[in-house]
């Protein structure tokens, strides 16, 4: 299956695209998440899925206000990434549970909650936010 070139994230359209290895985006960044824009953009290279999913954690961490430093972004990339290359089935099973995605969406609804209530204070949901 080849690189999606839209995704609906938090119910809004993002469009995906590739770019080739020249630049300077590509000297120290595989992937770029234009914010304003609603545009991931993912260095055409054998790390496109990995970088993908890099930028999504970008895009839920920002829904979410979760404030996590690019260390621990990069961890969870590695992270999510090997738990899904080592079962691939996850994905299927994820998939089956969702299967009627709309834009008002329940689970959006409850991330969303989630970012505004983890700014209230951020030490009634068990995790410490660095500055
Ligand atoms: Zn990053």
Redesign the pocket.
């Known amino acids: 299956m080849p690189l999606p070139k839209k995704l609906t994230l938090f119910g809004i359209p993002w469009k995906i695209k590739l770019f080739k290895p020249t630049g300077w985006l590509s000297h120290e960044h595989r992937?770029m998440t234009v914010f304003g824009a609603k545009e991931i953009h993912i260095l055409q290279d054998s790390n496109e899925k990995s970088t993908l999913l890099?930028?999504l954690i970008?895009v839920a961490e920002e829904m979410t206000s979760a404030g996590l430093t690019?260390a621990q972004?990069?961890a969870l990339e590695r992270g999510l990434w090997n738990i899904f290359e080592t079962n691939p089935q996850l994905l299927t099973y994820f998939n089956e549970r969702t299967t009627k995605p709309t834009n008002n969406s329940t689970i959006v609804q409850a991330i969303l909650e989630l970012g505004r209530s983890s700014n209230d204070d951020p030490s009634d949901h068990g995790y410490e936010r660095e500055i």
Do not use: F, K, P
């Open positions: 992937g890099h930028e970008h690019e972004v990069v």
